[in-house]
């Protein structure tokens, strides 16, 4: 089991770039495939980036692809979400969810369902 904490939102202007962290606890972090998603009051939460248990392999979201970027340092139980050209339609509540490997692979899961742990949220809000 995993608990995750987000942390590093706030107000930015259009433009900007903030990055947003997601520690970790608990065993095994490195055995966890590890992805951001972000929601607005009536949506669905939207997926906005995965990245694989090693760090190499990592999938975006169409909205995001070129602006926002994932990582992960498993010495530390974190991962990160850089986002750069922040634009209004950014502003949501970003979660990190923790998705169990059932075997060692290079999967990214892109789905909300696939995700068992997830954190509280921190709030982006983008201001034109």
């Known amino acids: 089991q995993v608990q995750v904490v987000e942390s590093g939102g706030g107000l930015v202007q259009a433009g900007g770039s903030l990055r947003l962290s997601c520690a970790a606890s608990g065993r095994a972090f490195s055995t966890y495939v590890m992805g951001w998603f972000r929601q607005t009051p009536g949506k669905e939460r939207e997926f906005v980036a995965g990245?694989?248990?090693?760090?190499?392999?990592?999938n975006y979201g169409e909205s995001v692809k070129g602006r926002f970027t994932i990582s992960r340092d498993n010495v530390k139980n974190t991962v990160y979400l850089q986002m750069n050209s922040l634009k209004p339609e950014d502003t949501a509540v970003y979660y990190c969810g923790a998705h169990k490997l059932a075997e060692v692979s290079e999967y990214v899961a892109p789905n909300v369902y696939e995700y068992e742990y997830w954190g509280q949220g921190t709030q982006v809000t983008v201001s034109s």
């Open positions: 990245i694989s248990w090693s760090g190499e392999s990592t």
